[in-house]
DNA sequence: GATGGTCATGGAACCGGTTCCATGACCGCC
DNA sequence: GGCGGTCATGGAACCGGTTCCATGACCATC
């Protein structure tokens, strides 16, 4: 039993398709009476007009533009978002935003698979996720162009983020020109769920640095668990109860690094006289409460990101644009080791 | 001159409309002669295909949801949006979400027009916006259903959201529970650039509140301005300097709040033994940097606001929902006047 | 009673793709 | 040489609306 069209209506209320297109459209062109007739037989088929047929008719042209992101929980998507909004809006706004959340990993593959096979955006820009080979395949094919807004990797296409490694390093450097030796890191299990690799990238700059400066890792001192406040806590907790504990904590992310400083303090020390927390992303919370953090330029990126799709698909070409560099940003949760 | 069709495209290359169409899916079906002659034509034209027309050729049947929110700036926006988000997921995924974010309050009504015109959604989502009655009935017109998802008012439209009146009175009875007498507060101008009387509202019931307990509104300690975490400390700084400066701050929102806890902290006083702080909303961050607040279930909001109007699209109907009851959330900011 | 205007109405043509069916070329095999 | 099968191809029909044009009813006017 398929969908009523509007001539099953109009053959119902026996009338033309033309009078009930005029009904839909409050015409005033039609009587009380036969108005009334068409009303009666949509109700009874439960007609419910075809946005696709109706726009394909009126010629209404309307592009869209996709951006798929994980569910939105990390303030970290929700400042590329922004971004991602402000080049839209600075743009001539010719497309509309679609906004696609994963809400599970498994489902991730099967979206992306939907959205090349419904070919409803032009373009997709993929925040903080990754695409395989056979996605990318799937997408081009469907002639969706899209960009990537996340960590740079081995990538075979285009993206827009921060080096990770190179922040990682960066964080871990800058503890050990404090004069920190003992620094441990907390972060993401590798691979995360969504198989992405900062954590596993931020952790090869940690190790790095380390070495450079002839301290070797220490595994008690890498905490690896789910993303996220609480977790970070109770991994940070247990960094304290070693007999050598760490004087400085690289978190892979602010929101870890927030989970850190409430352990820390929770084990009745102080931040950063006792121990020294340094997170990642510069998200505006660490604004607040003074996190000293790596700034990864969270909504540039979105913003560089989405203006780059929109030239691809004005079918300019030209390069991936760059993000300036990563920096460290002092705060008040960084100061020499004790003693 | 109007963009190419298949039909030119077909003409050009010499070719048929079937042949040009197989060229576009990647059919197998087609000589490698052909396929070139094709494509040559297509980049020839620059044709690209109509995605409308594909669409209801091949009777892809996808269904949208807008959702129109201020800016992307405001955490509380955000917290909506993740409700949102929680409701769509929680559903048949039947649906796409098309946002639609308003960067400047000039051009809100002309969206709203063209949303109603295009026909692109079959409901509308409104966060923290309010609809005059013209653009009400344009919607309607066109056959969208909407909810807003904002304070409750005077509501001739349904809209799932707290009693601001409410909720300011309830900040202002728990400040004076604790002892206080000289209430401040601090709020966005009435009315805010989006005419939305959310500061009025909460005002309001702090002013009722103080007159319930015999205590005239000293228009000192109201202050006004754009919402911000800058020009809360700015107002609050002033409110430090007065003769008989205030012993508590009721601010408008957690955002403001943080403003407010700023300026005092930089006056060189101590939050909550010399000022108390309460905010509203009760954001994320609010969490983190443990401040007082009212809670109003922002998320949740945003959840029953899409959960509602997707009922509606199904014609359910039904009672709009509520939230539950708002309440004040006791942290670490606020504490009975010194002395 | 013929003329002309207004108005509600039916229905064909159209929007721009996809798909299916008929056609004819070409090949191999009996 | 006739037959059946495969394969590339053209083009009509279709998706489900909107719009325009022709039609005929009805009324007022001369």
């Given at each position: 039993m398929r969908k009523p069209t509007i001539r099953d209506v109009a053959k119902e209320a026996g009338v033309g398709v033309g009078t009930v297109s005029r009904v839909l459209n409050n015409?005033?062109?039609?009587s009380t009476e036969t108005r009334e007739k068409v009303l009666a037989a949509i109700a009874k088929l439960g007609f419910r007009p075809n946005r696709i047929a109706q726009r394909l008719s009126r010629g209404t042209r309307v592009q869209n533009i996709g951006v798929i992101l994980p569910f939105i929980t990390s303030p970290s998507f929700v400042e590329r978002l922004r971004g991602v909004q402000m080049a839209l809006s600075e743009d001539d706004n010719e497309y509309e935003l679609i906004l696609y959340n994963v809400s599970s990993p498994e489902r991730y593959q099967a979206q992306l698979a939907t959205i090349a096979q419904q070919r409803l955006v032009e373009g997709l820009l993929v925040i903080s996720l990754d695409v395989s080979q056979e996605h990318r395949e799937m997408l081009t094919q469907a002639g969706i162009a899209f960009v990537g807004v996340r960590g740079l990797g081995s990538n075979s296409w285009p993206c827009v983020g921060p080096d990770n490694v190179a922040g990682g390093k960066l964080a871990t450097e800058y503890l050990l020109s404090l004069g920190h030796t003992r620094i441990a890191y907390v972060g993401d299990?590798?691979?995360d769920e969504y198989s992405f690799p900062t954590s596993q990238d931020r952790f090869t700059g940690y190790a790095s640095a380390l070495e450079e400066h002839g301290i070797e890792v220490n595994l008690d001192y890498v905490r690896l668990g789910r993303y996220g406040r609480d977790e970070a806590k109770r991994l940070t907790a247990e960094l304290l109860e070693?007999?050598?504990?760490?004087?400085a904590i690289f978190a892979m992310s602010d929101v870890q690094a927030l989970g850190c400083i409430s352990a820390i303090r929770e084990a009745?020390?102080?931040?950063?006289?006792?121990v020294s927390v340094i997170g990642f992303d510069d998200i505006e919370i660490s604004y607040y409460v003074g996190l000293t953090t790596v700034r990864q330029h969270l909504v540039e990126s979105g913003r560089l990101g989405m203006r780059y799709l929109l030239q691809l698909l004005r079918e300019d070409g030209g390069d991936v644009p760059r993000l300036p560099p990563l920096e460290v940003i002092e705060r008040q949760t960084t100061a020499p080791p004790p003693g």
């Open positions: 015409s005033q062109q039609v299990d590798f691979p070693l007999a050598d504990p760490p004087t009745g020390l102080r931040v950063p006289e006792d």
